[in-house]
């Protein structure tokens, strides 16, 4: 976990299947202004799967729960919360379990429905490959395409270098389990549709796996919601596009709390 910044707190939790590094690049110009707190969720990146002997059964609440003691050993009341995909979906899971602890809410390249049986059975097939075996190999080369837009899989090779690392760093287990965690998340469109908390929708205008589209549908629910899309940037905005993400949440955050 990286805490930088004083003032508003703004928890950011990342992506799958990479861990908080994606976050390097606007953690700086956010911490100019707001406290910024990036954790590595659990079974990713430097946090580990179990708690003791033994792990949780995959379910996102289990995360959620990491991230409320989280708040609370930080002495964090209430915070504004950011997501981006999977950490999108992890912050609804927080919003669901404790909304008084959620000031508001960042969801970056996420989605409120669950999967459907199609994605359920590629997530479940992909976390029995990952425990057989291992993740080397196979799994970046599978989720590029997918994780970044166009423009930085074609001009930007700094990026595809950075979002490569980043997968190959995951442990197989983590990747195992958050698949499966992510496959058995309930639908959260009446979660949204009652929260009153303001809420920015950040969609990248390459994303393929979460388009334009689905982010207007995703803000359409949320009653106090604004929506960005960024341009030239596909569904990792904060690796991609780091200046154009930094400053949507920025402008939104000052002109919503300020």
Same mark, same amino acid.
């Given at each position: 976990?990286?805490?930088?910044?004083?003032?508003?707190?703004?928890?950011?939790? &990342?992506?799958?299947?990479?861990?908080?590094?994606? %976050?390097?690049?606007?953690?700086?110009? @956010?911490?100019? &202004?707001?406290?910024?707190?990036?954790?590595?969720?659990?079974? +990713?990146?430097?946090?580990? @799967?179990?708690? /003791?002997?033994?792990?949780?059964?995959?379910?996102?609440?289990?995360? #959620?729960? =990491?991230?409320?003691?989280?708040?609370?050993?930080?002495?964090?009341?209430?915070?504004?919360? /950011?997501?981006?995909?999977?950490?999108?979906?992890? *912050?609804?899971?927080?919003?669901?379990?404790?909304?008084?602890?959620? *000031?508001?809410?960042?969801? #970056?390249?996420?989605?409120?429905?669950? =999967?459907?049986?199609?994605?359920?059975?590629?997530?479940?097939?992909? *976390?029995?490959?990952?425990?057989?075996?291992?993740? #080397?190999? %196979?799994?970046?080369?599978?989720? +590029?395409?997918?994780?970044?837009?166009?423009?930085?899989?074609?001009?930007?090779?700094?990026?595809?270098?950075?979002?490569?690392?980043?997968?190959?760093?995951?442990?197989?287990?983590?990747?195992? %389990?958050?698949?499966?965690?992510?496959?058995?998340?309930?639908?959260?469109?009446?979660?949204?549709?009652?929260?009153?908390?303001?809420?920015?929708?950040?969609?990248? *205008?390459?994303?393929?796996?979460?388009?334009?589209?689905? #982010?207007? /549908?995703?803000? =359409?629910?949320?009653?106090?919601?604004?929506?960005?899309?960024?341009?030239?940037?596909? &569904?990792?905005?904060?690796?991609?596009?780091?200046?154009?993400?930094?400053?949507?949440?920025?402008? %939104?955050?000052?002109?919503?709390?300020?």
């Amino acid at each position: 976990m990286i805490d930088n910044g004083i003032g508003r707190a703004l928890v950011l939790l &990342h992506a799958f299947p990479v861990d908080a590094g994606m %976050w390097d690049a606007v953690r700086a110009p @956010l911490a100019e &202004h707001v406290r910024v707190v990036t954790p590595d969720q659990r079974g +990713l990146g430097r946090t580990p @799967l179990a708690d /003791g002997a033994e792990h949780p059964p995959p379910d996102l609440d289990a995360v #959620a729960g =990491d991230v409320l003691r989280l708040l609370d050993d930080l002495g964090l009341e209430r915070a504004v919360l /950011g997501g981006c995909s999977m950490g999108g979906y992890v *912050a609804m899971a927080v919003l669901r379990r404790a909304p008084e602890r959620v *000031a508001g809410l960042v969801l #970056a390249s996420t989605r409120a429905s669950a =999967d459907g049986e199609e994605q359920r059975a590629t997530r479940l097939a992909a *976390a029995a490959r990952a425990e057989a075996d291992g993740t #080397a190999g %196979w799994l970046a080369d599978a989720m +590029l395409p997918n994780l970044l837009g166009v423009t930085s899989r074609d001009e930007r090779p700094e990026v595809v270098a950075t979002v490569r690392s980043l997968v190959e760093r995951q442990p197989a287990s983590g990747v195992a %389990w958050a698949q499966r965690a992510m496959a058995a998340r309930p639908d959260s469109s009446d979660l949204l549709r009652a929260t009153r908390v303001p809420a920015l929708v950040l969609a990248g *205008a390459e994303d393929r796996l979460m388009p334009p589209e689905v #982010a207007r /549908g995703l803000a =359409d629910l949320l009653p106090n919601s604004e929506l960005a899309v960024l341009p030239r940037s596909g &569904h990792l905005a904060p690796v991609e596009t780091p200046d154009a993400f930094s400053a949507s949440v920025l402008d %939104w955050l000052a002109r919503t709390f300020d």
